[in-house]
């Protein structure tokens, strides 16, 4: 078993940054892929950016490849979002999720699940 848990996430202007944090528990975290997702109201989940296991890789949602940068810390077990020049239509729930092996950009590859953090962005 893997625990996630976020942080990091409120309410900020557009044009604003927020940094997420997700803190991992359980098991060896260097053997994990790591990813953030996304869910606004009425939306359906999506992807935002993923991250190997290693930080050498990284794979991002277009909208936000220029803008948001994801990294990992092995030694603290804890993987980053840095979102910056954030929008509106960035407001969500962000979701941090881990896979054991190699990275994916799909949801259903991640077997563990963080209980999500707020962004809200106002205009």
């Known amino acids: 078993q893997v625990q996630l848990v976020e942080s990091g996430g409120g309410l900020v202007q557009a044009g604003g940054s927020l940094r997420l944090s997700c803190a991992a528990s359980g098991r060896t975290f260097g053997d994990y892929a790591m990813a953030w997702f996304r869910q606004a109201p009425g939306k359906e989940r999506e992807f935002v950016a993923a991250i190997n296991w290693s930080g050498r890789s990284t794979n991002y949602k277009d909208s936000v490849k220029a803008r948001f940068t994801i990294s990992r810390d092995n030694a603290k077990n804890t993987v980053y979002l840095q979102m910056n020049s954030l929008k509106p239509e960035d407001t969500a729930v962000y979701y941090c999720?881990?896979?054991?092996?190699?990275?994916?950009?799909?949801?259903?590859?991640?077997?563990?699940w963080g209980q999500g953090t707020q962004v809200t962005v106002s205009s």
């Open positions: 999720a881990a896979r054991y092996g190699g990275m994916v950009v799909g949801g259903p590859g991640y077997g563990y």
